[in-house]
């Protein structure tokens, strides 16, 4: 998964070393918990060689978890998922998330009104702890771990030009091999569709138009529709964050000033970046 992700070329991996890119199979399950476990591991080695490690991208659940703590949860209770499931099946996804918006409105909100796995776990965790997902006790996290961590968000402010930037990114993917790449995961993996990797976007309406469920015209447009619905998902999540701070990413000067502002943070990346 290397186009539709937009992984950075070998070139750049090896000029600027990068850590948890690659390190599983398709078809495996890479958790919060397995993510956070994992960069607490590559975080402590790196201070450890006195640098300061970056976390960069765009999931925003998983780095809350990291700096906040993993919610201590219940486990997977088989015969009431069978059961929202049956519900699911019998009245469809939109009535489940209906309840999930009245029981837990800020999971809901986080949650994408397609996505019938995350619905269907958060909905499992209300009903077994009889309280929001959201106000379960959670794992030390960064935050209590006296590191310091100055947080960033590079924002594209104009609609138009997200979504113009958007436009482009895609129809580059598209003609840099997208649909060859999901068409060689479906010939190795062909009972992977399912998988958290095969649900991300791009990849779910490319497997789409390769079963003939829609032409490429259609595919193209509904991969631009979900990547505006995530980035406006960011965006909520981002505005709802404390202790950010933003800059414009149309802005001529966006490298110097985030070095000055992180100068004046008394955190300086010459020479010590990870």
């Not at 070998?10 to 000029?15: F, K, M, S, V, Y």
């Not at 106000?135 to 594209?156: F, H, Q, Y």
């Not at 505005?239 to 490298?255: I, M, N, P």
Request: aromatic share 6%; hydrophobic share 40%; proline share 3%.
């Amino acid at each position: 998964m290397e186009i539709g992700t937009a992984r950075l070329s070998e070139d750049l991996l090896a000029q600027f070393p990068h850590h948890l890119i690659g390190i599983r199979d398709v078809p495996e399950i890479f958790s919060v918990g397995d993510f956070c476990t994992l960069a607490r591991f590559h975080i402590d080695e790196i201070l450890r060689r006195e640098r300061i490690p970056l976390l960069v991208g765009g999931t925003m659940f998983y780095f809350s978890a990291l700096l906040k703590g993993i919610p201590k949860l219940p486990a997977a209770d088989q015969e009431l998922r069978q059961r929202l499931a049956s519900d699911v099946r019998q009245n469809g996804l939109g009535t489940v998330y209906s309840r999930l918006q009245k029981m837990d409105p800020v999971s809901a909100n986080r949650i994408d009104s397609n996505d019938r796995q995350r619905i269907l776990r958060a909905l499992e965790i209300n009903i077994l702890t009889s309280n929001p997902v959201s106000e379960c006790t959670s794992s030390d996290g960064l935050a209590k771990t006296g590191i310091k961590v100055s947080r960033i968000s590079i924002n594209v402010s104009d609609r138009r030009t997200l979504h113009r930037s958007i436009d482009d990114r895609l129809r580059g993917m598209i003609d840099a091999g997208l649909i060859e790449e999901v068409r060689g995961i479906r010939s190795r993996y062909p009972q992977c569709r399912e998988t958290p990797a095969m649900k991300s976007v791009g990849y779910k309406q490319v497997w789409s138009h390769l079963e003939n469920e829609v032409d490429e015209r259609q595919m193209i447009a509904d991969i631009a529709t979900a990547t505006r619905r995530l980035a406006k998902r960011q965006l909520t999540w981002l505005r709802h964050e404390r202790g950010l701070t933003w800059f414009d990413a149309s802005s001529q000067g966006l490298v110097s000033s985030v070095s000055r502002y992180l100068d004046a943070a008394n955190i300086s990346m010459k020479g010590r970046q990870a």
